[in-house]
């Protein structure tokens, strides 16, 4: 079992930057691949990034490749998803995610989520 909290979240002016943190317990965490999706409202859930278990390849959606940057550290448990040149269409509740390998997160196979962190983008 692992259990996943995100923070980090917040209101911020286009073009700035926020980084989210995702703590996970559980003894398997290291055994799991990581990722960040998101949801704006009236929107589905969608993919935004993952990290491998050792964290040597990490995926992106288009939209934010360039701007955000996914990283773990497994000394900490933690997964952080830097997310610079904000723009207003980054506006949705950012969801930590933990799944099998990489790219099964990234095909949105998901074993545990958290619970969300909003993040507002104002223009």
């Known amino acids: 079992q692992v259990q996943l909290v995100e923070s980090g979240g917040g209101l911020v002016q286009a073009g700035g930057s926020l980084r989210l943190s995702c703590a996970a317990s559980?003894?398997?965490?290291?055994?799991?691949?990581l990722g960040w999706f998101r949801q704006a409202p009236g929107k589905e859930r969608e993919f935004v990034a993952a990290?491998?278990?050792?964290?040597?390849?990490?995926s992106y959606a288009d939209s934010v490749k360039g701007r955000f940057t996914i990283s773990r550290d497994n000394a900490k448990n933690t997964v952080y998803l830097q997310m610079n040149s904000l723009k207003p269409e980054d506006t949705a509740v950012y969801y930590c995610a933990a799944g099998s390998t990489r790219a099964t997160v990234q095909g949105g196979s998901i074993n545990y989520w958290g619970k969300g962190t909003l993040v507002t983008v104002s223009s």
């Open positions: 990290v491998s278990q050792g964290a040597i390849t990490t």
């Open positions: 559980g003894r398997t965490y290291g055994s799991y691949a």
